[in-house]
């Protein structure tokens, strides 16, 4: 996924997932359809409905279902996604994006 705040527009069909390796500074805009997101070790469940957003701080997976058919964008806030937890000295890897395929 770029690092610049360039938007990448999705769509997903009913129950398709779509995965974020670090959403950290990613912002998720729903804009047709229902999103549920989920991050690793929260035990959130975010609901993301058309005309709404989420973003996180936390260096976590993010994991993307579609409740119905949806379509939606990424856009990656730099300044959050560059930002490490003290202690942290690793660098920054690029995030990364990973589609879960369904057979129709």
Do not use: N
Request: one cysteine or more; charged letters at 15%.
């Amino acid at each position: 996924m770029p690092t610049d705040s360039s938007p990448i527009a999705l769509s997903l069909a009913h129950q398709a997932m779509f995965s974020v390796s670090d959403a950290a500074g990613v912002q998720i805009l729903c804009h047709e359809g229902s999103l549920w997101v989920t991050l690793d070790d929260d035990p959130r469940d975010i609901m993301v409905d058309a005309g709404g957003s989420f973003l996180t701080t936390e260096h976590r997976r993010a994991l993307i279902y579609a409740m119905e058919p949806s379509s939606l964008s990424l856009v990656v806030t730099p300044s959050v996604a560059a930002a490490r937890p003290a202690g942290r000295t690793q660098a920054t890897p690029a995030v990364k994006v990973t589609f879960a395929l369904q057979p129709a």
